[in-house]
Structures are given as C-alpha cells and as structure tokens.
C-alpha cells in the first residue's frame, strides 16, 4: 500500500512560479511510474504530467509543455512538479497518483492517490 501527501500549494499571482511535492511511503517508490493530475472548479480531473519508472521518460499535457517540469528523487521518494509561467486556468486541486504501469496517462491507470493540494493562480 502507497501513501502519497502532496505539498507546495498555494496562492500566487500570474507569471509566477510555484514547485508541489508529493512525499511517498509504504511502497518500493522507484518500480512505480508517478503522475500529476489536476481537477479545476467545476471540472473533471485532467492529465498534467507523468514520469516512468523504467527510464524516467516524461509525458506533458499540451497546456503545460514548456512550462511544468516533472522530475522525481527516488533516494527521497519524492515526485516534483516545478510549474513556471503560471496562468488563472491553472487554478486547481493538484493530485499525485503512482501507477504500476510504466507509460501511464490516464486516471484509471493509477493505483494511489494522494488528497490534493489546492493551487490558486490570480490574475
């Protein structure tokens, strides 16, 4: 069993950059692949990013390329999510999920979840 508790939350104006953490335990950390999801107000939860166990291969959304940047510290157990450039479209409760899959980009693919992490981006 997988806990995951996500960090970094907050409130920040647009332009500005802000980094989540998602602390893991209870399982072999670096055999999982990792993901970040987001659910804005009102909406269904929606892929961000994705890092792969085997190789560290990383998978982007379109409206975060070049923006959000997913890494992972396996000595740690810890999964990133430095955001840049931020947008008010942003503004979500981002979710870490682990995934024993290696390619995994979709919900249903995930096995843990954490309880989220609010992100408020203003104009």
């Not at 647009?14 to 953490?21: C, E, F, Q, T, V």
């Not at 999982?32 to 269904?44: A, D, H």
């Not at 409206?63 to 997913?70: E, H, L, M, P």
């Amino acid at each position: 069993q997988v806990q995951l508790v996500e960090s970094g939350g907050g409130v920040v104006r647009a332009g500005d950059s802000l980094r989540l953490s998602c602390a893991a335990s209870g399982g072999t950390f670096r055999r999982y692949s990792m993901g970040w999801f987001r659910q804005p107000p009102g909406k269904e939860r929606e892929f961000v990013a994705a890092i792969g166990w085997i190789d560290s291969n990383t998978y982007y959304a379109d409206f975060v390329k070049g923006r959000f940047t997913i890494s992972r510290d396996n000595a740690k157990n810890t999964l990133y999510l430095q955001m840049s450039s931020l947008k008010p479209e942003d503004t979500a409760v981002y979710y870490c999920a682990a995934s024993i899959l290696d390619r995994a980009t979709r919900p249903v693919q995930y096995d843990y979840w954490g309880q989220g992490t609010q992100v408020t981006v203003s104009s």
